[in-house]
Nanobody, 117 residues
Framework: QVQVVESGGGSVQAGGSLRLSCVVSGNIFGIMTMGWYRRAPGNQRDLVATITRGGSENYADSAKGRFTISRDNAKKTVTLQMNSLKPEDTAVYYC???????????WGQGTQVTVSS
């Protein structure tokens, strides 16, 4: 059974920082892409940042310059450092791990991030 578990969410004031972590465990190998997605109330789930096994990073425009994604391939973990948080960042953040042949990959249950003014 593959498990994807996020942690690190919480409530912060605008301008603050949070560090989200995700651990993938179970019988899974060859993870190509790991990433973070978020769903704000009333919205669809949107990409925040992804990173490939080789370290290629991709960010949503709203995250560029503020968020940094990193991963440890051996530990099968991915981290999202979020700085200069804005109220617009408030959402449930989901971790995803995908192998090359996966369509949707594996998802965690999400961790809540709330940014107040």
């Amino acid at each position: 059974q593959v498990q994807v578990v996020e942690s690190g969410g919480g409530s912060v004031q605008a301008g603050g920082s949070l560090r989200l972590s995700c651990v993938v465990s179970g019988n899974i190998f060859g993870i190509m892409t790991m990433g973070w997605y978020r769903r704000a109330p009333g919205n669809q789930r949107d990409l925040v940042a992804t990173i490939t096994r080789g370290g290629s990073e991709n960010y949503a425009d709203s995250a560029k310059g503020r968020f940094t994604i990193s991963r440890d391939n051996a530990k099968k973990t991915v981290t999202l450092q979020m700085n200069s948080l804005k109220p617009e960042d408030t959402a449930v953040y989901y971790c995803n791990a995908r192998r090359q042949l996966d369509r949707d990959g594996f998802w965690g249950q999400g961790t809540q991030v709330t940014v107040s003014s």
